[in-house]
């Protein structure tokens, strides 16, 4: 059964609503007696929000917990030649450079900008602070709350078709200052928004974001999302204030333990971790991993913004990275640019395809494969061309170690030796966990 809200000891009534497959879910109703391990809850949101459930477990022990998820999804595969290193902690509170809040009204004409209930279809409730993240995300939220309710402007309605707002995005480069909000609404026509109430909206956001010196910068965009029916759904964005992206650095720590500082450009769209401070740590603990040195060409597949192979560069002979989406394309090549890499290229495209492609280039064969996949994992395509790769090394970076776990079945079989498994807590009061592996052929 699962609870939410609840840690191990704890005894409560609970609401079951649901069966699924493995298992039975449910409400919580009371927590009847407590465990000695459990502790307030900071958030006044903690038990209605579905953002963050572990507030009530003391840090130390999410952690122990998110060791035990990984150590009991990896047991097939973890023996005396495999090395399990411990959990890579965060800093627990205000780590996210990005949220994104939805729009909604109720049958009453209420109106709420927030993040969905836990346990809900979409129900949203009004979203008045929020601890994973900066100050000014919650302050921006109630300027455009406050905008919302003195216009008429409606919250989009997906099952009528009706109304305009839908969600809205905050993002913010921890290291430089700037910030980026994005209005997402409806394609309907009928609802768009006019040319005053979109000038209003971004004079608001003007006056309620601070930024502390003239280097930082605000970024205002619009996207529209176009929904048919029998047709995939298209997103366009309209720049309505300040740059076209915001810039974000990052520092890791050189082999010589000196600091490598890398600057990066993303736009509205674009992939980027949302934890900067654990996204050092991460990709430093990749590249440790990786053991790269100067001969070394490192593919670097579902490569985003380039991070991951940006990171690399300064250690390896070549970097080629691979990614679909167009935005991110752009990002990457403008990223490695900034950096001034001559070695690093970005490939557009299907991982797979472009994957053939390069075989049949006779391109320079990698001696290190690193792969950071959507939640989905890898497809069969993917794997089939990573082990015709036959590269000696490969590391998996996963944001969902269940499906990383499903991989290695095919990966192992196709004669990869798991060496090394290292989580990473990306994402503290929340149950999610990120995992780093090493795969080396014999």
Not at 8 to 31: C, E, F, H, M
Not at 296 to 301: C, E, G, I
């Amino acid at each position: 059964m699962e609870v939410p809200f609840t840690i191990p000891g704890d005894q409560v009534n609970a609401i079951l609503y649901k069966k699924t497959k493995d298992k039975y879910l449910s409400r919580l109703s009371k927590v009847t007696m407590p465990s000695n391990n459990r502790i307030d809850a900071l958030c006044m949101h903690f038990g209605s929000c579905g953002g963050c459930c572990w507030q009530q477990l003391p840090y130390e022990l999410q952690l122990k917990q998110k060791e035990k998820s990984i150590q009991n999804l990896f047991k097939p595969y973890l023996n005396e030649n495999v090395k399990w290193h411990s959990i890579i902690p965060s800093s627990p509170w205000h780590y996210r450079n990005k949220m994104e809040l939805t729009f909604s009204s109720d049958k009453a004409g209420r109106r709420y900008l927030g993040l969905i209930m836990q346990g809900t279809r979409g129900h949203v409730f009004q979203m008045k602070e929020c601890l994973l993240a900066n100050g000014w995300f919650a302050q921006a939220a109630r300027a455009i709350q406050k905008w919302w309710d003195n216009s008429d402007v409606q919250a989009y309605h997906a099952i009528k078709d009706r109304g305009s707002l839908r969600t809205l995005t905050l993002r913010e480069g921890l290291r430089t200052g700037d910030r980026l909000v994005m209005l997402t609404v409806s394609g309907n026509p009928d609802y768009a928004l006019t040319k005053s109430q979109l000038q209003s909206f971004v004079q608001v956001l003007r006056d309620s974001i601070e930024l502390s010196n003239s280097d930082q910068k605000l970024s205002v965009f619009l996207r529209i999302q176009q929904i048919a029916k029998g047709r995939p759904t298209n997103f366009y964005e309209m720049l309505l204030y300040g740059p076209d992206h915001i810039r974000e650095k990052l520092y890791l720590p050189d082999f010589n333990e000196a600091i490598q500082t890398l600057n990066f450009r993303i736009s509205p769209s674009a992939f980027f971790q949302p934890n900067t401070e654990q996204a050092e740590k991460l990709y430093s603990q990749a590249l440790k991993l990786a053991d790269l040195s100067a001969s070394h060409v490192v593919y670097d597949l579902y490569c985003g913004t380039g991070t991951l192979g940006i990171c690399s560069a300064k250690y390896v002979k070549e970097v080629i990275g691979i990614e679909l989406s167009r935005e991110s394309v752009l990002d990457a090549r403008e990223n490695v640019k900034e950096n001034g890499l001559s070695n690093v290229t970005i490939k557009s495209g299907d991982v797979g395809q472009v994957l053939e492609a390069l075989s049949q280039e006779n391109s320079l064969k990698p001696d290190v494969v690193m792969v950071d996949p959507p939640r989905i994992g890898l497809d069969a395509k993917a794997i089939k061309h990573i082990l015709d790769l036959k590269a000696p090394k490969l590391v998996y970076i996963s944001c969902n170690p269940k499906t990383q776990v499903m991989n290695l079945g095919p990966l192992i079989d196709g004669g990869y030796q798991l060496q090394i498994v290292q989580p990473v807590d990306q994402f503290p009061q929340t149950v999610h966990v990120e995992n780093i592996t090493l795969l080396t052929l014999p």
